[in-house]
């Protein structure tokens, strides 16, 4: 399925939508034809796979852009799926070689009709009485089932759809809200169903037939966009990376790199007319809130503290980006729908760009109880690899990095540990600068192009910052850059990796062809992004799909989420090249070369805590519940079964909560160590008050909200594993490495 995706930078959107206009034709123009042809034959020439035109299924094609249309699989059926398979299957490839866009607009054509009967239909069956007591249920994932065979089978689709939108409705109260009109504090924290009542039955019925009348505008598209989504859909069939840029789609592109636009910081998605985080940002208002988690939807939208929240489920994700951003200081008021369907709340954020402050390393010395005294150990947060701006302004994040070793060093730390678990990538050229404050010299990366031709990026600044032991703490959403930098030390044998079972697995490199620029004399300012590199890590690894193995695994929620490279459409497959490493193992430059040894003791040490400890009882709770939930193929469209589950999973949160309240309170003593760039920023802007906020980088489970203890599980294993390492090192220097070691608690 080709998802819509905008990202933000301050709320820029990547992909634009417009209201449709009467005088639009449903043609190929002559500006399309000559995009057409020239994506295919941009992609075919550049992009990694060497796969043609002729190699690519048009099938799959065709499907693909009805899965774009119609992504839950609720106007078109089977049957008329197949039908044009059979009409433009065989020829699809002469379509696009002549950049004939016919096809895209004959399959547009019988959808829209559709979306208008079925529309018109939903906003009947309101009318009707629905008993909402009877059983039955509805597909979870609508994306991953089959169109409806035939016109009754969809008749029985929309029926059912209509109920679950009622009883998401009703079941959907603002928890906020209705804790302020009762009086109480207005936690999001809470374990009450909604009571259930005519009046506000009746509520629900006028909302959604407002929201079905938005519908027919929502689908409504213009002929470029149409355009779009057809050349996407080819496109993707390459991998899942590679995508057309209309005009339009590249200027809000282009806006959101130049960070041009304020807003909520994040990466919005339109999943089945929902508008759903898909990501959140480092350092933007929506991350330092601190409540949303990746998957929330965004259900309405006020301006300032007192406007009116308007119900946006259903309005064009364009439509719904002009009301979020604004304004630099200006409020704007989300309701959120979680998705660990725990009750919809309110939050108000300000608008803003992302400070540069809010995205910089941050570091902590954590101090462990020992039985010869204490142990100091530390840790660095990276939230991403940013850089420099073409201005000379901004920061690089390995200056940062050897700063706070720096600051590290005079408390006298043992074991260092780079926590990576949301760091989403970034500049190349800093992760490999990042990785030589760790290594001498040597490889870090490989990169082979289209042609074959490989590159070797090698760090070879002999400057070495910390060669004291090092740990790296990594997650699924550790991608790209993060995985270069995890991919040289674990190849050069010099950190060891924990967290989640593997990385993202991202380890392809994408170009923007503007097409005004690759052909004479063409007008229309589109592009072509094309997957044109792969990343393979000094031993010759692919970090595509695979990503980079933890040495010690240490899960989190994100372990059972399909977050990863591998769950996407048509992923790029793992393949190897020969190693750039030295073929002899004789450099003893470093102090602390990993060994299979170490690797064994530490991990034989988690492993056994990871048995005893009560706090991995709440976390492998905590991440079978998630599973569940991710698993379920149906859900009740029955209202008593319906508020019975949500009761089972409010009582699930509020068990969860009261046992890590009991951990939080014993959390060993922690000095928080900043850049001396963000201490002046802080002073500035006067934003010292943000550093009471909790950590936004730490792993968020589903089931957080803003009362939930701060108590990061994965963290505090990775200083436990750290200290036995030093203990370890100690014993070793004493001559006495034979000796029993106690495990850290």
Same mark, same amino acid.
């Given at each position: ?6 990202t933000?930078?301050?709320l ?5 939508h ?12 002559p ?22 035109l ?8 065709i499907?693909?852009?009805?899965e ?8 078109f059926?089977?049957a ?11 020829s699809?490839?002469?379509?696009l ?15 829209k009709?559709?979306?208008?009967e079925?529309?018109?239909g ?13 059983p039955?249920?509805f597909?979870?994932d ?13 008749d ?7 109920r ?10 603002d ?7 009762d009086?109480k504090?207005a ?13 506000k039955?009746?509520?629900a019925?006028t ?27 080819f ?9 057309f ?10 806006i ?27 350092g ?12 929330d ?27 979020i ?7 704007v ?5 979680p ?6 709340f ?11 402050v809010?995205?910089m390393?941050?570091?902590r ?5 020992s ?17 420099k ?16 070793i720096?600051k590290?060093?005079k408390l006298?730390i043992k ?7 949301k ?22 990366l490989?990169?082979r192009?289209s042609?074959?031709?490989?590159e ?8 070495v ?5 090092l740990?790296?703490l ?8 993060s995985e ?20 993202h ?7 923007i062809?503007?097409?005004k620029r ?8 589109s592009a072509?992004k ?20 933890a ?26 090249? /020969? ?16 060994? /299979?040894?170490l690797?064994?003791?530490?991990k ?5 805590r ?5 706090e991995f ?5 905590t ?7 991710q698993?379920r ?8 079964q ?7 999973d ?12 009991k ?10 160590i900043?850049l ?12 010292d008050?943000?550093s ?7 792993v968020?489970?589903p ?5 939930w203890?701060?108590?990061d ?7 436990r594993?750290?200290?036995?390492w030093?203990k370890?090192?100690?014993?070793a ?7 029993p ?5």
């Amino acid at each position: 399925m080709i998802s819509r995706i905008f990202t933000f930078l301050g709320l820029a959107a990547v992909l634009a939508h417009a209201q449709s206009k009467p005088e639009s034709v449903y043609a190929t123009t002559p500006a399309m034809q000559n995009e057409a042809r020239a994506t295919v034959a941009l992609i075919e020439r550049y992009h990694i796979s060497k796969k043609t035109l002729a190699e690519i299924d048009a099938n799959e094609v065709i499907k693909t852009f009805c899965e774009t249309l119609d992504p839950a699989k609720l106007y078109f059926t089977q049957a008329e799926i197949d039908g044009f398979i059979n009409r433009y299957g065989k020829s699809l490839d002469l379509y696009l070689v002549r950049g004939n866009l016919t096809p895209a607009f004959e399959i547009y054509s019988v959808f829209k009709e559709h979306v208008a009967e079925r529309t018109q239909g939903a906003i009947a069956a309101l009318n009707q009485k629905i008993d909402l007591n009877q059983p039955g249920t509805f597909p979870v994932d609508r994306q991953k089932g089959n169109w409806p065979a035939d016109t009754k089978e969809a008749d029985d689709l929309w029926s059912r759809r209509v109920r679950l939108d009622i009883l998401s409705e009703l079941l959907g109260e603002d928890r906020t809200t209705q804790k302020k009109k009762d009086g109480k504090n207005a936690s999001v924290h809470d374990t009450q169903v909604p009571e259930i009542n005519e009046e506000k039955i009746a509520e629900a019925l006028t909302k959604l037939k407002k929201r079905y009348e938005k519908t027919r505008t929502y689908l409504d598209f213009e002929p470029q966009e149409i355009e779009e989504f057809f050349l996407t859909a080819f496109s993707t069939q390459f991998d899942p990376h590679s995508t057309f840029f209309s005009q339009r789609t590249l200027e809000e592109f282009e806006i959101s790199m130049r960070n041009m636009l304020c807003g909520i910081g994040a990466t919005l998605t339109d999943d089945e007319g929902y508008c759903t985080v898909k990501e959140i940002l480092p350092g933007g208002p929506l991350e330092l809130n601190g409540k949303v988690k990746s998957g929330d939807r965004i259900i309405a939208v006020g301006q300032d503290e007192k406007g009116e929240m308007e119900d946006i489920v259903g309005l064009r994700l364009t439509k719904t980006i002009s009301r979020i951003r604004g304004k630099q200081g200006t409020i704007v008021r989300l309701l959120i729908d979680p998705v660990d369907n725990s009750g919809r709340f309110t939050i108000n954020l300000v608008r803003d760009q992302i400070k540069l402050v809010n995205q910089m390393a941050s570091a902590r010395c954590i101090e462990i109880p020992s039985g010869q005294g204490n142990i100091n150990l530390g840790v660095i947060e990276l939230p991403a690899f940013y850089g420099k701006n073409p201005d000379g302004t901004g920061s690089s994040p390995t200056k940062d990095v050897e700063e706070l070793i720096g600051k590290l060093k005079k408390l006298n730390i043992k074991v260092l540990v780079m926590d990576l678990r949301k760091n989403g990538g970034g500049l190349l050229t800093e992760a490999i600068d990042l990785s030589g404050l760790f290594i001498k010299k040597g490889s870090v990366l490989q990169v082979r192009d289209s042609m074959g031709r490989i590159e070797d990026y090698r760090d070879e600044n002999a400057k070495v910052a910390w060669d004291g032991p090092l740990i790296v703490l990594t997650s699924k959403l550790s991608a790209s850059a993060s995985e270069i930098f995890c991919g040289a030390l674990k190849d050069h044998r010099r950190a060891v990796i924990v967290g989640d079972s593997t990385t993202h697995g991202k380890g392809s490199v994408q170009n923007i062809i503007e097409l005004k620029r690759a052909f004479k004399d063409f007008d229309p300012k589109s592009a072509v992004k094309i997957t044109i590199q792969k990343w393979y890590a000094p031993s010759g690894s692919s970090i595509q799909l695979k990503g980079v193995p933890a040495d010690i695994i240490v899960p989190s929620v994100y372990s059972v989420l399909p977050v990863a490279e591998s769950d996407l459409e048509r992923p790029l497959a793992w393949d190897s090249i /020969p190693p750039s490493l030295p073929k002899s193992d004789d450099d003893d430059s470093l102090s602390f070369k990993i060994s /299979p040894d170490l690797i064994q003791i530490l991990k034989a040490s988690s492993e056994k805590r990871q048995t005893e400890l009560p706090e991995f009882v709440t976390l492998n709770r905590t991440i079978e519940w998630t599973k569940s939930r991710q698993v379920r193929k149906e859900i009740s469209l029955s209202l008593p079964q319906r508020r019975q589950e949500r009761a089972d999973d409010l009582a699930f949160r509020e068990q969860v909560r009261s046992e890590l309240d009991k951990l939080a309170a014993q959390k060993y003593k922690i000095i928080e160590i900043k850049l001396d760039a963000a201490i002046e920023q802080e002073k500035l802007e006067d934003t010292d008050k943000t550093s009471k906020i909790k950590r936004a980088s730490r792993v968020r489970d589903p089931i957080e909200d803003e009362d939930w203890p701060d108590y990061d599980i994965q963290l505090m294993e990775s200083v436990r594993i750290a200290a036995d390492w030093a203990k370890l090192s100690e014993a070793a220097k004493a001559g006495s490495a034979s000796q029993p070691m106690s495990s850290a608690r």
